[in-house]
């Protein structure tokens, strides 16, 4: 926006020049994610997290943020799940969820993989951390 340059979002570029984009929200929700559902699943921490990581940084591809924006979209994040944890509402939810898990994998349920995914993940940004 900064260099009236395009995004991803053309249809939301006129009421994005008017707004900050310190930090990124949707980094700090899918770093939120990724840290919550590595707890769940840390035997799957690898893409859970490799994919929380690409998701904020796609806002650095669609050119909708700074790399600060992101880099302290995931500091929000990193705050927010540790607060969540003095949550005693959210500790038991985390509970029942790793529970639900389990149950899943005792029955022979098993997570899909998407092998396409795993090629665009593998493509490192250049310039980005």
Known sequence: MFYKEGTCAPADE??????????????????????????????????LLARGRAFGE????????????VLEGRAVAAGAVAALHAN???????TLARAEIQSLRSNSVQPSNCEAEKTALAIPIPGVL
């Open 58 to 69: 796609n806002r650095l591809i669609c050119n909708a943020h700074w790399q600060s924006d």
């Open 14 to 47: 006129a009421s994005l020049r008017n707004d900050g984009s310190y930090p990124s929200g949707h980094t700090a929700i899918s770093w939120s994610w990724a840290l919550l559902l590595t707890e769940l699943s840390p035997d799957r921490a690898d893409a």
């Open 88 to 94: 005693a509402d959210f500790n038991r939810d985390m």
